[in-house]
């Protein structure tokens, strides 16, 4: 990547959202490198509590071994195919068989959300987990996701319906943890125009993330007109620097 963009990145950050968090990025290769591999889980892990250690500065590479949870196997691509019991996993549960998550209200209304999937194998991939400012002239990240609270929100949402007409700039699919920031900004990805995306509402995912932060997940080729605009936008203004007050106090009592 330009590491110019990536240094221009970091100096209008600590402008605009002063203290707050870098993003993370991942990219999908056949080559895995020699950054260091996640490790397998002996039993069931949610790959968000993984990414902990990646936004603290840790770059981390995940392939299928590294995965135990059948839903970050689906949505990261590594399985295409949902297992017999899904549509009572996910609703209401099968007496003797499998507890329901009862995240949808039937069966039925499971198998139509799956009808509708659109997959993205990864196959044999590597994704390689980095924080932006860990980056170097050779990495090509696909994806940037921020962790962040609802003021830093804000101003990534605006920014990124900042250039367009369209009022979805940024949407909010149903899903995991996992697909918010990694399947549905794959999908955003074959777009001529790509959209931001919500996540981290699902429930399972919860406890390996802060009581406040949300994600928003941007495909690079989107992310990297959102940092063009900074400098034009709305965070030059009046309006921007209450906001940051605001900011600025909530780092210092999560920080204290």
Not at 5 to 29: A, H, K, M, N, Y
Request: net charge neutral; charged share 25%.
């Amino acid at each position: 990547m330009d590491t110019g963009i990536r240094d221009r990145f970091v100096t209008l950050w600590q402008t605009s959202c002063p203290g707050s968090e870098l993003p993370i990025t991942f990219e999908i290769g056949e080559d895995c490198g020699t950054t260091e591999k996640a490790k397998t889980p002996k039993g069931w892990r949610c790959i968000i509590c993984d990414l902990a250690r990646v936004r603290k500065g840790t770059s981390l590479v995940f392939d299928r071994t590294s995965v135990t949870c059948s839903g970050g196997l689906f949505y990261m691509g590594y399985d295409t195919q949902r297992s017999e019991n899904f549509r009572y996993f996910l609703s209401s549960g099968k007496q003797g068989v499998v507890d329901g998550e009862r995240y949808k209200r039937t069966p039925e209304i499971v198998d139509e959300m799956s009808a509708s999937h659109a997959s993205l194998p990864a196959e044999s991939g590597c994704y390689t987990f980095k924080r932006w400012d860990k980056l170097t002239a050779a990495d090509n990240p696909a994806v940037v996701i921020f962790f962040a609270r609802p003021e830093v929100l804000s101003a990534l949402f605006t920014l990124a319906n900042f250039d367009q007409s369209d009022p979805d700039g940024v949407i909010c699919p149903f899903g995991s943890g996992c697909s918010s920031i990694i399947h549905y900004p794959r999908l955003e990805l074959q777009s001529e125009h790509p959209r931001a995306v919500f996540g981290m509402f699902d429930p399972s995912a919860r406890p390996c993330v802060p009581v406040d932060i949300l994600t928003i997940a941007i495909p690079m080729k989107k992310f990297e007109k959102m940092i063009g605009y900074m400098g034009e936008s709305f965070l030059i203004t009046k309006t921007w620097d209450k906001v940051k007050t605001k900011i600025a106090r909530s780092d210092a009592v999560h920080s204290a």
